[in-house]
């Protein structure tokens, strides 16, 4: 079913060095610095379930196409707000997306699952309408198997960190279990406080409240709500937290005098906040969280760009994450200079930037990467962790910024499954992308091979301080 070679270059002789560089790193242990696995999951440890409700109704990315072709998201398991009926049955939500999967034909969709299928269930036919039943069985089945736990899987993947995405408010308690438990996989929280650091969202003032609840603090007042963040922080670190993610419209950030922020705070708490100054407090907390990753070691990361919601109609009747966020164009050498200013030189301090604009690569982030000591450039995320997303980032950063200007891979997963899939996906592109410069004679077979194991290891342990 899959190609062995698949995906490695298509000239012989490119090919074979790709071939031998990507043996080198095949088997690496995987770390995974970013995604969405939820920590219950491997808290609980209990049977993933039907394979359509966690492989297609939770994938925004499957939403998104199977919605651009007509196909209601009802009918793919997404129940709308209104509590109007969605389809329940995991096996017609499967059959109805097999009969749709070529839509999938070139996408790094089909990859990730092809070998899920393959590698994972070991799946020997493609997925089609007349296949559908079959494979829903097969993979039904074998997901009620001691060995398809995902504490299992875990082990089986050769998982070495997983860090999870979890909000300000949420109380750890699945990570509490895990550190509790005699299970060895290192599975870590990641602080992600867009809840309460963006007045644009909705319900901000109402968490802010609950923030006050959990943490003691008056986060009625600037410095009370600053020790609330700084206590929350201190709660993800005992729980094992290495970074902080950050979700931004935009890449702005903001350096205001204490007065300033203050009377800035207390407007953005006065319901309701205008978008002048919610893009102003956002910019602003970016500097501060900065500040406070000087002082508690949190890897600082921003995911700035996309447009979330971009069509209303589908958000309010189905909610968040259902394939309707659209990338922006960012200007990042102006909006991140305020920060710059104050902690670009902080060799200390390490600052992540991702990007959906790909034409920031090689004339704003692979220069700013390139110099300040305390930012890095992100993988390709999100729309671009395909192979030929991977491969412009490769072409376009590695002459300004170098190699270890970067961070290895994210695999931004949804599902335990795909993890695999994703991170051999990137291995190969990456081992084709330095098998060219070897056949170009721009770098020696065995710098290659070092490099191959940094981009697919090394360089996500240092730089989201997995050793400390
Ligand atoms: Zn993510």
Redesign the pocket.
């Known amino acids: 079913m899959l190609h062995d070679e698949r995906l490695l270059p298509a000239d012989p002789g490119t090919r074979r060095i790709a071939r031998r560089l990507y043996e080198h790193v095949r088997a690496l242990p995987i770390v995974s610095p970013?995604?969405?696995v939820h920590p219950s999951v491997l808290a609980d440890d209990g049977f993933l379930g039907d394979p359509a409700f966690e492989l297609v109704t939770s994938d925004h990315y499957l939403l998104r196409m199977l919605y651009s072709q007509g196909v209601p998201l009802e009918q793919l398991g997404v129940g709308p707000s209104d509590g109007s009926p969605a389809e329940t049955d995991g096996r017609a939500i499967w059959r109805r997306f097999a009969e749709h999967y070529n839509l999938f034909r070139a996408t790094p969709s089909k990859l990730w699952l092809d070998f899920t299928f393959a590698e994972v269930f070991g799946v020997d036919e493609p997925l089609q309408g007349d296949t559908a039943d079959a494979i829903y069985d097969h993979v039904t089945a074998q997901l009620a198997e001691d060995a398809f736990r995902p504490r299992a899987l875990y082990d089986r993947f050769r998982m070495e960190f997983l860090a999870t995405?979890d909000g300000a408010l949420d109380p750890l308690e699945p990570h509490a279990r895990l550190r509790a438990s005699a299970w060895r996989g290192r599975v870590v929280p990641t602080f992600r406080p867009d809840d309460v650091i963006d007045p644009g969202r909705p319900g901000f003032h109402a968490k802010l409240g609950q923030l006050a609840e959990l943490t003691g603090e008056d986060t009625t007042m600037w410095p009370g709500y600053l020790a609330a963040i700084r206590e929350r922080r201190r709660a993800f670190i005992a729980a094992g937290a290495t970074a902080s993610d950050h979700g931004h419209p935009t890449a702005a950030t903001a350096d205001l005098s204490p007065k300033e922020a203050e009377a800035l705070f207390a407007r953005v708490t006065a319901d309701p906040a205008d978008d002048e100054d919610a893009e102003l407090f956002r910019g602003q907390m970016l500097v501060e969280l900065a500040a406070m990753s000087l002082e508690d070691g949190l890897v600082l990361q921003l995911?700035a760009g996309s447009w979330r919601g971009h069509n209303p109609s589908l958000t309010a009747r189905f909610g968040s994450d259902r394939g309707a966020d659209i990338p922006k164009a960012m200007n990042y050498v102006r909006e991140l200079k305020p920060l710059l200013d104050r902690f670009g030189n902080e060799p200390e301090l390490t600052i992540i930037v991702y990007t959906l604009d790909e034409s920031t690569y090689s004339r704003e982030l692979a220069p700013l990467a390139g110099h300040y000591p305390a930012l890095r450039l992100g993988p390709p995320w999100w729309f671009h962790d395909s192979p030929e997303g991977i491969r412009r980032f490769r072409q376009l950063v590695t002459e300004t910024a170098g190699f270890a200007n970067t961070v290895g891979f994210n695999d931004?997963a949804r599902s335990l499954l795909t993890i695999p899939a994703r991170h051999d996906l990137v291995r190969r592109v990456d081992a084709g992308f330095l098998a060219g410069l070897v056949v170009e004679q721009r770098l020696e077979e065995d710098e290659a091979v070092e490099v191959a194991e940094d981009l697919a290891y090394r360089l996500a342990r240092r730089a989201f301080r997995v050793d400390g």
């Open positions: 970013h995604g969405h995405t995911h931004d």
